[in-house]
């Protein structure tokens, strides 16, 4: 984390150099929110962006002559005979934070571009203030307007984004525009392939931030890796006054204050010792209160301080060997229907975990939202958080890469100071290359960069050798780079009956943690037969038993993330009466029911516990 200095520079003005055009993330935004912007926002469907471009195609953005016909100028008709063929005040509203897809009937399907637009009111506090504009994720391109005018855009629909508005807010009638666009694109992040529905919108909270004229807009404070004691990071500030600024740490109950003052660029490290930190722990999921100050600005956060490495095949929370008993979740509320979004919904479903018995989720297969990280803080609930490349990106395209590094960097940006999170994984699924090699090891390397206190991971593929289909390898050179080895398996799914896991040879010559990410078994809740009968509860329950005993024999083993929490909707999935548009594999079903399988891993876990506690 102490290389950090030097790409401070890039953390806050690279976003310029390549195609994204969103400013450097406000660190705890939610603290500093002074109105929020969710609630109804008026919307137009524009599946041919007429609002975008004008009829040769050329994008409305682009054209110094700006044209009424745009969306984003919000224009109104000055007399009765002008002509403006939208209208946004007369157009019906959607919810924000919420998927489209599940609030129309029909935008169920819809992928393209969707217009939104809110209007707001706005008092300045006092001379000086500055504000910003916070949109906690979009899926997946939005282009952003104030008052007729371009604040940028960005790319990736699970990672916030905020623009300064300052200069372009007024007393009375702002109006805030996006244009969503959900297309799958070969060349984008995630790519056109992926087993789970594609939601589009405005999926998470849009916030006002309101700031002095030089503030605290980043921190991270966490142990230093392998230190008990000391802790380490950096503040940066923001603004025209932040050479030689002094900051203030505090944390009463170490009845801890350390000044540090800010180089010419804001930016001060941290790094000091501190006795007697109690250490956050699955158990004893401690958060400190930590307030920053200068003279003109104060931020307060929770953070818990723990630390995670790896020795050999264990994995180490603060020093003590442990096992990660976890299940895999996607960001959906199946009982309302859409993405989750709320504190609730993550209550719903840490809930869920914590019944299981886990100490440990895999949110996959993209960056969750900020409430769910925040909560599994509050619970002790371990984190994997992954990179949405998944299946086969375009390893080679250069533009590609810089919006899979640019996801990584806001997650890591937004996550860096929980406790919670423990794992940064790389990509899903990825097919072995030379060129794919290249474009994980620099997406590693760029974890590494921001974040040196967590592990890396992904999740790879498992092969049989070619002389025995029974005999089961990790061959993937990208195991190499990683602190965790993890992959996928479906024997007695995709490949065989559940009895074939007792014929399996696990032959892993690693000297890692291993972790299978995924195994799982579709079964419609409800549905029974008995252990041979496709679909029905008893053929998934059978499949957990022989899976755990089967990778139980692997002497690596340190955790396992089964697929997954909860049945979540996917449109490859089209069996009707059995799928109808629904991936099965959950524990418990789209309504709630948990099916048997739930309590063969549950009964699993609490064996696992007696061991490890
Ligand atoms: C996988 C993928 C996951 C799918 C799952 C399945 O290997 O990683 O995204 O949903 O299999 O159910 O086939």
């Given at each position: 984390?102490?290389?950090?200095?030097?790409?401070?520079?890039?953390?806050?003005?690279?976003?310029?150099?390549?195609?994204?055009?969103?400013?450097?993330?406000?660190?705890?935004?939610?603290?500093?929110?002074?109105?929020?912007?969710?609630?109804?926002?008026?919307?137009?469907?524009?599946?041919?962006?007429?609002?975008?471009?004008?009829?040769?195609?050329?994008?409305?953005?682009?054209?110094?002559?700006?044209?009424?016909?745009?969306?984003?100028?919000?224009?109104?008709?000055?007399?009765?005979?002008?002509?403006?063929?939208?209208?946004?005040?007369?157009?019906?509203?959607?919810?924000?934070?919420?998927?489209?897809?599940?609030?129309?009937?029909?935008?169920?399907?819809?992928?393209?571009?969707?217009?939104?637009?809110?209007?707001?009111?706005?008092?300045?506090?006092?001379?000086?203030?500055?504000?910003?504009?916070?949109?906690?994720?979009?899926?997946?391109?939005?282009?952003?307007?104030?008052?007729?005018?371009?604040?940028?855009?960005?790319?990736?629909?699970?990672?916030?984004?905020?623009?300064?508005?300052?200069?372009?807010?007024?007393?009375?009638?702002?109006?805030?525009?996006?244009?969503?666009?959900?297309?799958?694109?070969?060349?984008?992040?995630?790519?056109?392939?992926?087993?789970?529905?594609?939601?589009?919108?405005?999926?998470?909270?849009?916030?006002?931030?309101?700031?002095?004229?030089?503030?605290?807009?980043?921190?991270?404070?966490?142990?230093?890796?392998?230190?008990?004691?000391?802790?380490?990071?950096?503040?940066?500030?923001?603004?025209?006054?932040?050479?030689?600024?002094?900051?203030?740490?505090?944390?009463?109950?170490?009845?801890?204050?350390?000044?540090?003052?800010?180089?010419?660029?804001?930016?001060?490290?941290?790094?000091?010792?501190?006795?007697?930190?109690?250490?956050?722990?699955t158990n004893?999921?401690?958060?400190?209160?930590?307030?920053?100050?200068?003279?003109?600005?104060?931020?307060?956060?929770?953070?818990?301080?723990?630390?995670?490495?790896?020795?050999?095949t264990d994995i180490?929370l603060?020093?003590k060997p442990l096992f990660l008993k976890g299940v895999?979740?996607?960001?959906?509320?199946?009982?309302?229907?859409?993405?989750?979004?709320?504190?609730?919904?993550?209550?719903?479903?840490?809930?869920?975990a914590k019944?299981l018995g886990c100490n440990f989720?895999?949110?996959?297969?993209?960056?969750?939202?900020?409430?769910?990280?925040?909560?599994?803080?509050?619970?002790?609930i371990l984190?994997?958080?992954?990179?949405?490349?998944?299946?086969?990106?375009?390893?080679?395209?250069?533009?590609?890469?810089?919006?899979?590094?640019?996801?990584?960097?806001?997650?890591?940006?937004?996550?860096?100071?929980?406790?919670?999170?423990?794992?940064?994984?790389?990509?899903?699924?990825?097919?072995?290359?030379?060129?794919?090699?290249?474009?994980?090891?620099?997406?590693?390397?760029?974890?590494?960069?921001?974040?040196?206190?967590?592990?890396?991971?992904?999740?790879?593929?498992?092969?049989?050798?070619?002389?025995?289909?029974?005999?089961?390898?990790?061959?993937?050179?990208?195991?190499?780079?990683?602190?965790?080895?993890?992959?996928?398996?479906?024997?007695?799914?995709?490949?065989?009956?559940?009895?074939?896991?007792?014929?399996?040879?696990?032959?892993?010559?690693?000297?890692?943690p291993v972790i299978i990410?995924?195994l799982?078994?579709?079964?419609?809740?409800?549905?029974?037969?008995?252990?041979?009968?496709?679909?029905?509860?008893?053929?998934?329950?059978?499949?957990y038993e022989?899976n755990l005993k089967m990778i139980s024999k692997i002497p690596q083993l340190r955790g396992t993330t089964p697929?997954?929490?909860?049945?979540?909707?996917?449109?490859?999935?089209?069996?009707?009466?059995?799928?109808?548009?629904?991936?099965?594999?959950?524990?418990?079903?789209?309504?709630?029911?948990?099916?048997?399988?739930?309590y063969t891993l549950k009964k699993f876990y609490e064996q696992i516990s007696l061991k490890y506690e």
């Amino acid at each position: 984390m102490f290389k950090l200095r030097s790409l401070l520079f890039f953390l806050a003005f690279g976003s310029f150099l390549g195609a994204r055009s969103q400013q450097s993330l406000i660190q705890n935004a939610s603290s500093r929110c002074i109105q929020t912007l969710n609630g109804k926002w008026n919307y137009i469907v524009d599946p041919y962006e007429m609002g975008y471009y004008d009829y040769r195609s050329v994008p409305y953005d682009e054209n110094p002559k700006q044209t009424d016909r745009a969306y984003y100028t919000n224009t109104k008709p000055k007399d009765k005979s002008e002509r403006i063929e939208y209208d946004f005040d007369k157009s019906p509203t959607l919810l924000v934070p919420r998927d489209w897809n599940s609030q129309k009937e029909n935008l169920f399907y819809y992928e393209g571009s969707v217009w939104y637009k809110k209007s707001f009111d706005y008092r300045k506090a006092g001379d000086g203030k500055r504000l910003f504009v916070y949109i906690g994720a979009a899926n997946y391109r939005s282009d952003i307007y104030l008052n007729g005018k371009k604040l940028g855009f960005h790319k990736g629909g699970f990672t916030p984004f905020n623009f300064e508005i300052t200069d372009l807010v007024k007393e009375k009638d702002n109006f805030l525009i996006l244009k969503v666009d959900n297309k799958r694109k070969a060349d984008e992040v995630p790519t056109l392939n992926t087993d789970w529905w594609n939601y589009g919108g405005i999926t998470r909270d849009v916030q006002l931030i309101e700031t002095p004229a030089t503030f605290i807009r980043d921190y991270f404070i966490q142990l230093k890796k392998s230190s008990s004691d000391n802790l380490g990071g950096y503040v940066q500030l923001d603004g025209n006054n932040k050479a030689g600024i002094s900051v203030e740490i505090s944390i009463p109950a170490l009845k801890v204050k350390q000044n540090i003052v800010t180089d010419a660029n804001g930016y001060a490290l941290i790094d000091f010792k501190v006795s007697g930190i109690k250490r956050w722990s699955t158990n004893d999921p401690f958060l400190y209160d930590i307030n920053l100050s200068t003279t003109e600005d104060k931020t307060t956060d929770r953070i818990g301080f723990r630390t995670i490495e790896t020795s050999g095949t264990d994995i180490l929370l603060n020093g003590k060997p442990l096992f990660l008993k976890g299940v895999s979740i996607h960001e959906e509320n199946a009982i309302r229907g859409g993405r989750a979004s709320s504190r609730e919904d993550a209550l719903m479903l840490l809930n869920w975990a914590k019944e299981l018995g886990c100490n440990f989720v895999r949110l996959a297969h993209y960056p969750h939202n900020e409430n769910i990280i925040r909560l599994a803080d509050e619970m002790g609930i371990l984190v994997w958080e992954e990179n949405p490349v998944y299946w086969t990106i375009q390893w080679k395209n250069p533009e590609t890469f810089a919006t899979a590094s640019s996801q990584l960097k806001e997650v890591i940006s937004r996550d860096k100071n929980r406790a919670a999170v423990i794992i940064w994984s790389m990509a899903n699924e990825t097919p072995v290359s030379d060129e794919r090699m290249s474009f994980l090891r620099r997406l590693a390397d760029t974890a590494r960069h921001f974040d040196n206190t967590r592990l890396i991971s992904a999740a790879l593929e498992q092969h049989a050798t070619k002389e025995n289909e029974m005999v089961r390898v990790i061959t993937d050179p990208f195991a190499e780079f990683v602190d965790i080895v993890s992959f996928n398996q479906y024997i007695g799914w995709y490949d065989g009956l559940p009895d074939k896991c007792s014929k399996i040879t696990w032959k892993i010559d690693i000297n890692k943690p291993v972790i299978i990410s995924e195994l799982g078994a579709d079964a419609l809740g409800g549905m029974h037969g008995d252990s041979l009968t496709r679909w029905s509860e008893e053929y998934q329950q059978y499949f957990y038993e022989q899976n755990l005993k089967m990778i139980s024999k692997i002497p690596q083993l340190r955790g396992t993330t089964p697929w997954i929490l909860v049945d979540f909707r996917s449109p490859r999935r089209v069996l009707p009466g059995i799928q109808d548009g629904w991936n099965r594999k959950g524990l418990i079903s789209e309504t709630g029911n948990k099916k048997l399988a739930f309590y063969t891993l549950k009964k699993f876990y609490e064996q696992i516990s007696l061991k490890y506690e």
